[in-house]
């Protein structure tokens, strides 16, 4: 049977807010068909603008309703196909995992600029600027933080939770670029190594034919 829920994504291996809004999906167990645009070629610029109303992925389509943005996409499928559960029942640790997703969302550009993320990357030698260098800091901080809050040992709020998915891409990131990071993050890294969803993505991005020049990064 068709799915009503379609998920329109982005190229998975640089794609990281569409990683995000997939990550939620497959934790909720919702099973949404997918349709890929390569980004950066004329198929994305003559048929974004009838799928989404910011011309970005990713967007939920639920029947003829829209959801576009990340962490809108998270919220509603939370809401409506996980009971709640892809938040922490806890409201301290909710309002810390709110807090951790906005700054996500909203920050860390040089981050996001400097080590873009590629799926295809392990290792790669860049040069680091301070600002990429604060970035990671309070990256690791941030981690840090919630697990001690939690325990140290799994997800950053106990179970898997939107905050997970959010930082996800920082993960690949981490992997893609050869970075001096403390023992609790390169423990964060491989729990999302490890993680079935995320490899399910991994091997897709590793088979796709696109490659976006400036995306590439490092050596
Ligand atoms: N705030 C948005 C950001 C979406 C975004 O920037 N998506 C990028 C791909 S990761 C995009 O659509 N790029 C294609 C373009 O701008 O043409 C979200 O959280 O979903």
């Not at 934790?27 to 004329?42: F, R």
């Not at 829209?66 to 009971?83: G, H, K, M, P, Y």
């Not at 939770?161 to 993960?171: C, H, Q, R, T």
Request: proline residues 5%; negative net charge.
């Amino acid at each position: 049977m068709a799915s009503d829920l379609r998920l329109i994504c982005g190229n998975r291996n640089y794609s990281s807010w569409s990683l995000r809004a997939w990550l939620c999906l497959q934790k909720a167990a919702c099973e949404a068909d997918e349709l890929v645009l390569p980004m950066d070629t004329p198929e994305f610029t003559q048929r974004i603008g009838e799928l989404s109303p910011t011309r970005r992925v990713p967007v939920l389509w639920i029947g003829e309703e829209w959801v576009w943005d990340s962490l809108a996409i998270a919220e509603t499928v939370n809401e409506r196909f996980a009971q709640g559960r892809l938040w922490p029942r806890a409201p301290e640790l909710r309002a810390l995992g709110r807090s951790m997703a906005a700054e996500m969302h909203s920050g860390f550009p040089a981050l996001r600029e400097a080590l873009p993320m590629n799926c295809r990357a392990k290792d790669r030698a860049v040069l680091i600027d301070d600002a990429t260098r604060g970035d990671i800091a309070r990256v690791c901080s941030l981690w840090e933080q919630a697990l001690e809050r939690t325990g140290g040992d799994s997800w950053l709020l106990g179970d898997w939770s939107i905050v997970d998915a959010m930082f996800a891409p920082v993960a690949i990131r981490f992997r893609g670029y050869a970075l001096d990071l403390p023992t609790s993050a390169r423990r964060y890294v491989q729990l999302w190594l490890d993680d079935p969803d995320l490899q399910r993505w991994l091997k897709l991005a590793e088979a796709e034919p696109w490659r976006i020049e400036h995306e590439e990064v490092g050596s």
